[in-house]
């Protein structure tokens, strides 16, 4: 499951999607708002992504994901919009038969994604924004 939305993220929700009666770990990040960044503090997040092509590169990254790691269900969602502090922003979750291969998976998942996926991030202050690159 791959999702794009502007609704809040039910983390419980992915987390039921990616049980698998052969799993013996599942791994899940959650991204979420924080308050601050480089000692400012931030108001809220503004995320907008092109969504018909950053399910196709998520889909990508999954399908290299399932070629290194022996994947059971995997779900990821992504906010657009507005995310105030403290919520969930992205969620991920991997379920394999052991627990090393969920963590890294899970890993690699976020880690290209924020790399590729054409999803873009707005750090809103008190006194002005700034568009955010993925890796600075």
């Given at each position: ?78 906010r ?28 690699f ?8 996926v ?19």
């Open positions: 499951m791959i999702e794009i939305t502007k609704d809040r993220i039910d983390v419980a929700r992915i987390i039921a999607a990616v049980s698998d009666s052969g799993a013996g770990g599942i791994d899940v990040f959650i991204g979420t708002t924080r308050n601050k960044t480089q000692g400012k503090a931030v108001v809220k997040l503004d995320f907008e992504a092109y969504e018909p092509m950053a399910i196709k590169e998520l889909q990508k990254i999954v399908d290299r994901a399932k070629s290194q790691w022996p994947i059971l269900k995997y779900a990821i969602s992504h657009t919009g507005v995310v105030e502090i403290g919520e969930e922003a992205v969620v991920i979750a991997v379920s394999t038969a052991h627990r090393q291969a969920a963590f890294e998976s899970c890993k998942i976020i880690d290209e994604l924020k790399k590729t054409p999803i873009w991030k707005k750090e809103i202050f008190e006194d002005g924004d700034v568009w955010v690159a993925a890796h600075p």
